[in-house]
């Protein structure tokens, strides 16, 4: 059995970061999956890890859970390392894999009995299955389950530990929008419990609403770091109009890039497969203007939708493509 740590212990201090990454790398043949990543995470901190498939996020939070060994770099979670406390460790973290593989025979109430037998301490079991909503099939099989209610009961089996720090891979995929607003909540739960929290997602509302603060990842780098509204800042534009001109194939429909990103209140500008992508500070004042310039090169308008500025545009404008780009 691992000793509980002393109160000199590094995890007892409380500046110490949740979770600490320096020079961290992971390569696969010839493909750097993780290209020397440095990340902080405070005590408390709900954090959201974003990018595309190929983007070495999952890498990352395989090697934090000590499911991959780094070839390089130091990973240190409440100030401990797996090299030398992977016990201690195992009690600590809870863990929410993208898509978790039970027993398909045993019910949920024996399923969370039995993950509870793995801690030394931890929540009672009643509790859990109330926290994931679950009461109501407690006696069911998991094999029965639907794909939202194996979502939660994977949550319920990160949370039955009682951990410190907890990580959350994509853990809305499948859930309506009822049980991913309580999900919601209860991550506000356990932020407000001094709980931290590894998040990563492709919802980026998810994202806005639940992280104090998020890294955007690709091609094994940490591409941008900060708060959602730090990010979202840095866009340049507080709204974003995307549009799309009638007869985009055709010479005689080719929009004056240089003229649309000369007019007054427009930030920046970009096309993505013949759509037309405008930062702005002001739609009332930037889409007259808009309309203007299009006039008066003799184009029509074929789209036109307006929203605003999200983690989503900072992404695409960072890397030219979406979120859930393969």
């Known amino acids: 059995m691992t000793a509980t ?41 709900c954090f959201g890890l974003l990018g595309p498939n190929g983007a070495g996020k999952t890498t990352t939070i395989e090697i934090c859970e000590g499911l991959t060994e780094p070839d390089a770099g ?19 973290i809870g863990i929410q894999l993208q898509e978790t593989q039970f027993p398909d025979k045993l019910t949920v109430e024996e399923t969370l009995r039995l993950f509870r037998s793995f801690y030394r301490r931890g929540i009672p079991v009643e509790e859990s299955i109330r926290t994931a909503q679950l009461e109501e099939k407690r006696n069911a099989r998991v094999g029965g389950l ?50 931290t929290i590894i998040l990563t997602t492709h919802y980026m509302e998810e994202a806005e609403r639940l992280c104090g603060r998020v890294a955007i990842m690709d091609h094994g780098h940490i ?5 959602p509204q730090q990010l979202i800042a840095s866009v340049g534009g ?5 549009f799309a001109v009638a007869g985009a194939g055709s010479s005689h429909a080719r929009v004056d890039a240089a003229l ?27 889409v007259p203007r808009i309309f203007d310039a299009l006039a008066h090169q003799g184009l029509h308008l074929s789209e036109l939708r307006t929203h605003s500025a999200s983690l989503e545009d900072v992404f695409v404008g960072l890397t030219g493509r979406t979120l859930r780009d393969e």
């Open 146 to 195: 639907s794909g939202g209610q194996k979502q939660r009961l994977a949550m319920a089996c990160a949370l039955v530990g009682d951990p410190e720090l907890l990580f959350l891979d994509e853990p809305t995929t499948g859930l309506d929008p009822q049980a991913r607003r309580h999900l919601w909540d209860l991550v506000d739960q356990l932020k407000q419990a001094g709980r």
């Open 74 to 92: 130091t990973v240190e979670l409440l100030g401990f390392n797996w090299r030398s406390h992977a016990g201690e460790l195992r009690q600590r």
């Open 238 to 242: 507080e709204h974003i109009v995307e």
């Open 5 to 45: 740590p002393s109160t000199t212990s590094p995890a007892a201090d409380r500046q110490t970061p949740s979770l600490l990454l320096r020079g961290l790398r992971k390569a696969f043949g010839d493909v750097a999956a993780v290209d020397g990543i440095d990340l902080d995470v405070a005590r408390g901190e």
């Open 223 to 227: 591409i941008a770091l900060g708060t």
């Open 260 to 286: 649309l990103a000369a007019l007054p209140g427009v930030q920046s500008h970009r096309v993505d497969a013949g759509l037309h992508q405008l930062s702005v500070g002001e739609l009332h004042t930037a």
